[in-house]
């Protein structure tokens, strides 16, 4: 048996009642076995780590046919932690889960030597082999991952409901077969589901050994007996005692039982959030000379009604670094306060080349800004201006460097949403950084329900992704949408759709027309054009479905889309150039009609 938890082993806590607060207590016994194949397994991470990736309980039962149990279960239950707490703290929780849950199963299945057809265990070919099952509790929602038969369970308002399902069938009158355990199959089936936290929810997790052998009755009367507030020694008791019963009750089997107390869970009302966001002062606009902390201004980079950004020298080290702060224009705006910091929270957590260095928020200020490195540079948009018809190997050189960034983006579950030219630097060695990503879609910080809800799509007008527009939805290919306008753009000077204004309300896909860009670089081959409006089309699922298939396209023609473009009748693949030919032919009829 294993047990794991934080450092004081005693409930989560964090400023404000707003924040997660929970405890554990648990208790494995051998029972009448020799050996204990059981294991189980609890963490409450730092509170930073508590928003980002959540707490975990989880629960293993060794297959005692395996010769290997008990290093399986136990192998999993702290595997799991371990390697779900190492994954990226931007990818959500169901991400990082399977990931983690996929490499544990691939680990375990390599050390068995065969399986049979029907995928059942057998004592001859099967050697690490574990039922499992977890619980992850992050902001107000718990999010449950089983294989095999122990069982989780949701003690709530004096009712017991099984969440997860047995994984088991019955053959004759007394034998019950595995049908699912880690390391049984290379493709495993883990059932996933989630539930809503509430505060004084009680989770039982337990192995067969116990729910087989006590009533939902029984189990019901133990839990009663709890007070209204326990603590880890009470759960453990508790625990203890549950196990105990399971044995009276004849048990032939390993014995585990693993308690959850949910005290309080994040219910903030907006204005407790936006109160939060406001504890920091915005810093007044800053003049040359003048210094913030141990930053003095050495020039003023850009000014703005939204932000201020500064080029500064440490006081302490003589190092020149970027200082940006918010306009007081945005004092009241909550929202615009949060990107700001999530803008300071994520630029910590990518590290990559192409995209601009943030080294946080000073917490010990009680000014709100935030340091990054100086780039010496322009931005896209200067460049563009400078460039007014580079040549393709010029844009593919840019176009490969911002993929990177993206791709850096997509492997953390992160979406930019913002990616316009002057989101886009270049230095004095030709490198390319993104910066400003304020508006950037974070998975994990998505699941919590401790941040405010955006009512408005993220992005710029012309950039951003029509199923933004439409629907506020943004994935990677969101990205690639404003990174093929863009192309266009450098290409062109232009953008292949009509600008868009105010008064513009789109509401189909089939309201964007494409715009050949032909019609402004005659001198561009026909495949880059096809290339470009793949990159752009409005309906995502028509677009180049990768940034390597763009990338790739940008290189060579893609003979397959290129195909299917000449196929196309002259009104899909130019509707302009089809309605100007349909115009010239009425206005030579009505000539002609003059004439006669």
């Not at 004095?428 to 919590?448: R, T």
């Not at 292949?496 to 402004?520: D, E, G």
């Not at 089309?537 to 889309?561: W, Y």
């Amino acid at each position: 048996m294993t047990k794991m938890s934080d450092d004081n082993n005693t409930k989560l806590t964090s400023k404000g009642s707003a924040s997660l607060q929970l405890c554990f207590g648990g208790y494995s016994c051998a029972g009448i076995k020799e050996e204990n194949q059981d294991a189980f397994a609890a963490l409450i991470p730092s509170t930073s780590e508590i928003r980002s990736k959540g707490a975990i309980a989880c629960i293993a039962d060794g297959v005692s046919s395996a010769n290997k149990a008990a290093e399986a279960s136990q192998l999993a239950v702290t595997q799991f932690i371990s390697d779900y707490y190492a994954t990226p703290e931007t990818w959500s929780t169901r991400k990082s889960a399977a990931k983690v849950i996929t490499s544990l199963n691939q680990w375990l299945f390599s050390q068995n030597s065969s399986f049979d057809s029907h995928h059942y265990i057998s004592e001859q070919q099967q050697q690490w082999l574990t039922t499992f099952s977890a619980i992850i509790l992050k902001s107000a929602t718990g999010y449950i991952f089983h294989v095999g038969d122990t069982r989780i369970s949701k003690y709530r308002h004096q009712q017991l409901e099984a969440i997860s399902q047995d994984h088991n069938c019955k053959q004759g009158a007394n034998s019950v077969v595995l049908t699912r355990a880690l390391g049984a199959d290379s493709r495993l089936q883990v059932d996933v589901h989630q539930v809503d936290l509430q505060a004084k929810d009680i989770y039982l997790l337990t192995c067969d050994g116990i729910h087989e052998f006590l009533s939902p009755k029984q189990l019901k009367a133990a839990l009663a007996t709890l007070p209204p507030v326990p603590d880890n020694k009470a759960l453990e008791q508790l625990s203890q005692t549950i196990v105990k019963q399971a044995l009276a009750a004849g048990s032939d089997d390993n014995v585990s039982c693993l308690l959850v107390f949910i005290d309080n869970v994040p219910n903030r009302q907006l204005a407790e959030i936006e109160r939060e966001l406001r504890e920091k002062s915005i810093p007044p606009a800053l003049s040359i000379g003048q210094s913030l902390d141990n930053y003095q201004v050495k020039k003023i980079i850009h000014a703005s009604n939204r932000s201020h950004l500064y080029l500064v020298e440490d006081k302490n080290n003589g190092e020149q670094l970027t200082l940006k702060a918010p306009s007081e224009n945005f004092v009241e705006d909550a929202l615009y306060l949060q990107a700001f910091m999530r803008e300071a929270w994520l630029g910590e957590r990518v590290k990559h080349d192409n995209v601009m260095a943030i080294n946080g928020i000073n917490d010990n200020s009680r000014f709100l800004y935030h340091i990054s490195e100086y780039i010496e540079g322009q931005t896209l948009s200067q460049w563009m201006y400078d460039n007014p018809k580079p040549t393709i190997a010029q844009v593919r050189d840019i176009i490969k460097q911002v993929i990177s960034a993206l791709r850096a983006f997509q492997r953390l579950d992160i979406v930019h949403r913002d990616l316009k030219p002057d989101n886009i630097m270049i230095d004095k060695y030709g490198q390319i950084k993104l910066i400003d990503y304020g508006a950037v879609f974070v998975a994990s910080l998505d699941e919590n329900q401790e941040t405010l809800c955006e009512n408005i799509p993220q992005g710029s007008v012309n950039y951003i992704a029509p199923e933004t527009q439409l629907s506020m939805q943004a994935d990677h290919l969101s990205d690639l949408f404003s990174l093929g306008v863009i192309c266009y753009e450098m290409l062109t000077g232009q953008l292949p759709y009509k600008p868009q204004s105010k008064s513009v309300n789109y509401t189909s896909y089939q309201q964007w027309h494409y715009r050949s860009c032909k019609q402004y670089r005659p001198d561009l081959p026909l495949w880059i054009d096809v290339t470009l409006q793949q990159a752009t089309q409005a309906n995502p699922e028509l677009r180049s479905q990768a940034f390597s298939e763009f990338f790739s396209n940008l290189n060579k023609p893609n003979i397959d889309a290129f195909n299917d473009y000449k196929s196309q009748p002259l009104l899909e693949r130019n509707p302009v150039q089809f309605w100007q030919g349909v115009s010239l032919l009425l206005f030579i009829c009505l000539m002609i009609s003059l004439m006669t």
